[in-house]
Structure formats: C-alpha cells, structure tokens
C-alpha cells in the first residue's frame, strides 16, 4: 500500500505543479486533516489519505479548461486508471473510488473513508489560514469580486458538505468569521 500511496503522491504533486491548483498548502491541509479523522473514527488511514490525495487529481487541469464542474468524473476515470497498476482487490478499489467520487457530497459515501475524506476536503476552504493564503495567492481571477464570488461560493458549498457533527462545530468559528468578511466586501 505504501508504494501506491508514493506514486499517488507523485502524480498528484505533478499534477498541482503543472497547472498551478489545487494550492499545496489546501492539498497537504486536507490529507492531515483526513489522517487526523481517520485516527480519530477509527478508519483506514491508508485508503483515507489515498483519497485525499486522489479526490483531486484531475482539479487543476479542469481549472485551467474552464471545465471546474467536470474535474470529480474526469479525477474518477483518471484513479479508476491508475488502480489498475496495482493489484489491489475489488474493495480496495471502490472504497478508494468513492472517496474520489463521493468528496463533495454529492454522491453516497459506501464506506466511512469516503465520508471523511469529503468532510476532510471541506477544510480547503472553511479555514482562515486557508482561505486567506488563497487570497493572497490566487492569480486566476479577473477580479477581486469574481475571486469573492468564488470563494463564497465554495464556502456554502463545503458548509453543506460537512457531515461530520464534530467538524461542522470546529469548523463554525471560521465559516461565520468568513462569511462576515466576505459581506463586508461587498458593501
């Protein structure tokens, strides 16, 4: 499994070079905060922090095609790919599958690493830290309100994605605090 999970990382840290997104601090955010869920739910951190780094695979690519909204089926179809290197069983495979499918709730989670790995993801933008480093260096919008309206956006998104009670109160401090500052801009 530890040689899957580097060559994972590989790919994925390739991927994010090349086309400049998902932001490392977000990616290397989300697969602690996925390994912290997994210890504590008792789950299999192995799988989890596959799907943390898989869930993204194919984001940056899609970003910079205009194509966002298709990054979760071309990241499936990318992994779905990629497993095939490995002799991993049919399990395996569709639990890791579904953390890449199921990361922004819109899918079922089949299995606890899918839904930790979702709720994982969520951190990317429901964390000042977070959100204010990619203020700062975000290059992609036009214009600081497009960037706003973005960020609002994901931040509703990842609110209603949250699943996990204990996140969702870790989480409030900051997604009030953010959604007050975003208000504020646009006055």
Not at 147 to 169: A, P, Q, R, V, Y
């Amino acid at each position: 499994m530890q040689e899957i999970i580097l060559k994972a990382r590989e790919w994925a840290l390739e991927e994010i070079e090349r086309n400049l997104y998902p932001k490392i601090e977000g990616f290397n955010f989300s697969n602690k905060k996925g390994q912290e869920l997994a210890e504590n739910l008792g789950a299999d951190k192995d799988l989890v922090l596959l799907g943390t780094i898989l869930m993204d695979i194919k984001l940056g690519e899609c970003f910079q095609e205009g194509k966002i909204q298709e990054h979760v089926q071309r990241s499936v179809i990318a992994v779905k790919d990629f497993l095939t290197k490995f002799e991993l069983n049919k399990e395996t495979k569709d639990k890791i599958i579904n953390c890449v499918e199921a990361h922004h709730g819109k899918n079922p989670f089949r299995c606890k690493e899918a839904e930790i790995c979702a709720n994982a993801d969520c951190y990317r933008f429901i964390n000042t830290r977070l959100f204010l480093i990619f203020l700062k260096e975000d290059d992609t919008f036009n214009t600081f309100e497009e960037l706003i309206e973005f960020l609002d956006g994901k931040l509703e998104e990842k609110w209603k994605t949250l699943s996990l009670n204990f996140c969702k109160e870790e989480l409030e401090k900051d997604y009030k605090l953010l959604k007050e500052l975003i208000k504020r801009t646009q006055k």
